[in-house]
Structures are given as C-alpha cells and as structure tokens.
C-alpha cells in the first residue's frame, strides 16, 4: 500500500514538472495527493465524500481537488457563515452550517481569530495565551449525529467513499455518532495531533476504527489514513 502511495506521489511530481494542469492540491499537508493515489493511483474514479470541520471550500480542503475532479459531497462546519463560500464555490455539494455530536444537543462552539481552530467545547484560550491567537466569542450551538444527516439525504449519497474529520480534539465523537457498518467509508482521514507514530496505536481513534473494520494505511504530519478491511474485532 505505501509503496503504491509512493509511486503516486513520484508520478506527481513529474507531471508538475511537465506543467500538467490537472494536479493541483489544495489540502494543508497534501492529504489530497495522498488520499487519490489510496483510492486509485491512475485516478480514473468518482465517488462520494463527507467532510466534517469542512472550514472552508478551497483553504486547507481535502476535498477541493476531489470536487473539481467531478465527485460530490457533503460539507459540514458550525462556524457561523462558513458556508456561505461554499455555497457559492461548491453550489454542487450539500454544504451543512451544523455541528456534529453523539446526540442531539446544544454545545457550548468556540469561535477564534483563526477560524481553523473553532470547534464544540474547544477552549484552548490557557494553550494559546502566548501566541497571536484569540478567542474571539463562544455561542451556543445546535449539534446532530451525523446518521441523522447521512439519513437526511441518502436518496443522493447512497454509500459514500470516503470521510474526512477536522474536530479539533472531537474525533470519537463524531466517529460514534454514525453506524461504520452501515456507513461503510472505504476510507476515514482523522486529524490527530501526536507526538509521534509509536503514539498511533494507543490512540482513541485508532482503537475505535480498528474494532470497527479499520486499519490505519498512511499518514501525514497530522492527519492518519484508515481504510476499511471488512474484519470487525
């Protein structure tokens, strides 16, 4: 699996060297590059996508390329007006102002300087006193399990590809508001922050999708790709 990655990446390296127009990335650490040669390295595939902490239509996205590229998806954020750009530059695509919890709820979102680092129950005001960074206000917020929007519109995306979280330490959260046996994503992009690789399989989120069918197949500075195998624990 690595060695096919590779061999994506290489083949993407000379085609910028060519001046081919069509590879273009856009996510923060390459996620994008990555996750296409995981799906299919002659990238000749379409599908469906879910990306949860969307944050912005181009910006950091590990869904762009894929949209021009001509898949569809749903793009979910709670930050307030975050999906007014997509809706304007992915018009395509349900783009979804919400938040996603294990139930339905209100929970507390904090709003920062850097709408990256929003997220439900996310004051890391003590982390960042010492930077740039500023919590700018917190509101309430609506929250729903992502079954129930997955349910809301299963008529256009009946099995889709692959699922993406930017949650901002709400990882499992969002893993557990949704039926992975169901849902069966080929592949899950996880955002998790560790000090380093040996730290993987003592994660929470690694636990969680293992059980569930999963194993971890790449990653990059930050993010970890699992792919689903089909074995349950």
Same mark, same amino acid.
């Given at each position: 699996?690595f060695a096919?990655?590779?061999?994506?990446?290489?083949?993407?390296?000379?085609?910028?060297?060519?001046g081919?127009?069509?590879?273009?990335?856009f996510?923060?650490?390459g996620e994008?590059a990555?996750?296409?040669?995981?799906?299919?390295p002659?990238?000749n595939r379409k599908?469906?996508f879910v990306?949860?902490?969307?944050?912005?239509p181009?910006?950091?996205?590990?869904?762009w390329?894929?949209?021009?590229?001509?898949?569809?998806?749903?793009?979910?954020?709670?930050?307030p007006?975050?999906?007014?750009?997509?809706?304007?530059l992915r018009?395509?695509d349900?783009?979804l102002?919400v938040?996603?919890s294990r139930e339905a709820a209100?929970?507390?979102?904090y709003c920062y300087?850097?709408?990256?680092?929003?997220g439900i129950d996310n004051?890391?005001r003590e982390?960042?006193?010492?930077?740039?960074?500023k919590l700018e206000?917190?509101? =309430?917020?609506e929250? @729903?399990p992502? #079954?129930e929007?997955l349910k809301r519109?299963r $008529? &256009?995306f009946?099995?889709p590809?692959?699922l993406t979280?930017?949650?901002?330490?709400l990882?499992?959260?969002?893993?557990s508001s949704?039926?992975?046996?169901k849902?069966?994503f080929?592949?899950?992009?996880v955002?998790?922050?560790?000090? =380093?690789l040996?730290a @993987?399989?003592? #994660?929470?989120v690694?636990?969680?999708?293992? $059980? &569930?069918?999963?194993?971890?197949?790449?990653c990059?500075?930050?993010t970890?790709?699992y792919?689903?195998?089909?074995?349950?624990?």
């Amino acid at each position: 699996m690595f060695a096919k990655v590779g061999g994506f990446l290489q083949r993407l390296r000379r085609d910028e060297t060519e001046g081919c127009a069509s590879c273009s990335f856009f996510a923060q650490e390459g996620e994008d590059a990555v996750l296409a040669g995981l799906i299919d390295p002659e990238w000749n595939r379409k599908g469906f996508f879910v990306d949860v902490g969307a944050h912005h239509p181009t910006r950091f996205s590990n869904t762009w390329m894929f949209y021009q590229a001509g898949w569809r998806g749903i793009n979910i954020d709670p930050t307030p007006g975050s999906m007014v750009p997509f809706r304007e530059l992915r018009s395509e695509d349900v783009n979804l102002e919400v938040a996603i919890s294990r139930e339905a709820a209100v929970r507390k979102f904090y709003c920062y300087n850097e709408p990256a680092l929003n997220g439900i129950d996310n004051d890391r005001r003590e982390e960042l006193k010492d930077t740039h960074y500023k919590l700018e206000r917190i509101l =309430d917020i609506e929250t @729903l399990p992502l #079954s129930e929007i997955l349910k809301r519109h299963r $008529e &256009r995306f009946v099995s889709p590809s692959f699922l993406t979280i930017d949650v901002e330490g709400l990882e499992v959260e969002v893993l557990s508001s949704v039926d992975l046996q169901k849902y069966s994503f080929d592949f899950i992009l996880v955002e998790q922050m560790l000090p =380093d690789l040996m730290a @993987l399989g003592k #994660s929470d989120v690694w636990k969680y999708v293992t $059980e &569930r069918g999963y194993k971890a197949v790449a990653c990059t500075g930050r993010t970890v790709f699992y792919q689903r195998t089909g074995d349950v624990a």
